[in-house]
């Protein structure tokens, strides 16, 4: 199953409510992270909830592992179902928010390797391989992996088996979903929706994806 996620990052509390709603049924999940919610708190995040779609908090977490924990508390009480940490801090604060994720019922991603062009000066080398590894001793849910160098995920869905893999980096950032889509369990699209003259037909688009 390959899902279209919309990474909401709008804003005003308005923008995001709006085009929650016009897109709802062309997407299988939201994801929002510190533009949304600084601008609009986090209870934007029970707002949305009325979409009854999964939302997901990408704070990219990579903190301490006290401090980790604390965060994905807050995150899960208010109705998130998954939370994005980084991996590179290490296996403890990684397992903090899995285990936190679990319990509550929800699901924990670790970033591996990031979209944008600059993650291959610390990403590669080694690197990306290495938090495959963690995901997998962490029991973590799956991993963020860039629709920017499939070459890259097809490499690193190889390290982490059936685990999910969500993928951002489609559109705005030149990622093909095309050559992403078989790959993957969820392409992860933003501006290309968002900022779209009409962001339902935009994300209606991306649904030829979807299976
Ligand atoms: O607008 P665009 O489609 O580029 O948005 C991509 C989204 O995915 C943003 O929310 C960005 O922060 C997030 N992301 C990413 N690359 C990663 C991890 C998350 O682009 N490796």
């Given at each position: 199953?390959?899902?279209?996620?919309?990474?909401?990052d709008v804003s005003t509390g308005k923008d995001a409510l709006s085009i929650a709603k016009k897109t709802a049924p062309f997407i299988d999940?939201?994801?929002?992270?510190?533009p949304l919610v600084l601008a609009a708190?986090?209870?934007?995040a029970n707002q949305l909830s009325d979409e009854g779609l999964p939302l997901i908090a990408d704070f990219k977490v990579a903190d301490i592992p006290n401090t980790s924990r604390l965060i994905a508390e807050e995150v899960f009480s208010h109705g998130f179902s998954g939370i994005i940490c980084h991996g590179f801090v290490g296996r403890d604060s990684v397992l903090a928010c899995v285990e936190t994720a679990h319990d509550h019922g929800g699901e924990c991603y670790v970033v591996t390797e990031m979209s944008h062009p600059g993650a291959v000066d610390f990403f590669h080398g080694g690197i990306a391989e290495r938090i495959a590894?963690?995901?997998?001793?962490?029991?973590?849910?799956g991993i963020i992996a860039p629709a920017t160098r499939p070459e890259r995920t097809s490499l690193l869905r190889t390290l982490i088996g059936t685990k999910k893999i969500l993928s951002p980096g489609v559109g705005a950032q030149g990622g093909?979903?095309?050559a992403i889509a078989s790959i993957v369990d969820g392409i992860i699209?933003?501006?290309?929706?968002?900022?779209?003259?009409?962001?339902?037909?935009?994300?209606?688009?991306?649904?030829?994806?979807?299976?």
């Open positions: 199953m390959t899902d279209i996620i919309l990474a909401l999940a939201i994801k929002i992270g510190y708190g986090l209870e934007i590894g963690l995901v997998c001793e962490t029991n973590a849910d093909d979903p095309a699209v933003g501006r290309a929706i968002y900022e779209a003259k009409d962001p339902g037909s935009a994300a209606e688009e991306y649904s030829r994806f979807r299976t």
